[in-house]
């Protein structure tokens, strides 16, 4: 044999005894896992003289199986719902009321805690849409057309009304602070509004407010609604963030207005929003700017935010509730949602006489008509209908991290 061919042998005999030891290797690895992981489950008072000795001589697995468990248990209490006592709570909405009358500029960050009253699963509560998908569960959303403003939207209007709330950033795409009444200026709504499609050939952006869901053909990266632009021809599009993507429209979305908020507010109130995605835009947060100079934080959320260490005050409470509570402390009526006065109905733009049969989804009604169907028509309110807009973004994410 040559001289190079033995040394070719002997590297690889080298190689694969070395890939054997390695595999052996893993394989006592596991083994020592399986065993300590069945002594730590043991009471204290039950482990042997063999089993301290096991941990003794595993000392490593033993800390590494420890820090699972604290990372299971954090992570599990991250995931509660925590209510703050009714004593409690009212002395944190005091808190609250004071800081809200000596704000200077004070910016609202909403989610989907604020809609659930309306029937609008949350994302990420132990029910929500997030949670279930992540389980493999399937959502059967109601229908979101039926939802109306929530206590919640409608003191959020009353306190920009009274010159008390200076902007909105919503995360929420059900339409319900426009519809609410709050000026859309004062409005950014990140992540879209199922009621608007955009026309982006034209400059600038062209939008159709419609009386009815337009993301039913939507989805991640697919945003054509099949309907056309009145102007230019072109197809219109929704104006959601799906699920993976990021936003790129500047109207309806208004980035501009949030990030210009976000600069000039002195206290910032986060309603039912895990933060877990807005934490993200860096530039609603002023992280740029030192510790005290940033907006003063105020968060009210059943469960735990990344935010929650830098909050000047946390409420563990529903919304609803919050705002009731709150608006009694400021000496502020409720109002109350009427459709008749439903800025939507003013602002949308009627479907071409070839468009009628663009869509299947239910249209929201003015108040005249609704009144005159409701002895036809049982209320679907509760229904199951399919996932709508987020449910199947979320799904064609997953497919497409998977491959
Ligand atoms: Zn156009």
Redesign the pocket.
Known sequence: MAESERVVVSSRAERKALEKEKILQRESQRNAFKEVSKILKKQESERTEEDLDTLRQHQDTVKELCNRQNRRTVLKRKQEELFDNAEDLKAKVKQLAEAIRQAQHLVVYTGAGISTAASIPDYRGPNGVWTQLQKGRSVSASDLSEAEPTVTHMCIRMLHKENLIQHVVSQNCDGLHLRSGLPRHSLSELHGNMFIEV?T??SPA?ECIRLFDVTERTALHRHGTGRS?G??G?ELRDTIVHFGERGILEQPLNWKGAAEAAKQADVILCLGSSLKVLKKYACLWAMNRPANKRPKLYIVNLQWTPKDDLAALKVHGKCDDVMHLLMKELDIPIPVYHRAEDPIFTLATPLKPDEEASHTRKQLLPAALVDSLQHLEPSPLGAGVQGGWFGKGYNKGKKKLAR
Do not use: H, K, V, Y
């Open positions: 026309c050939s034209c062209r632009c102007d230019c072109s």
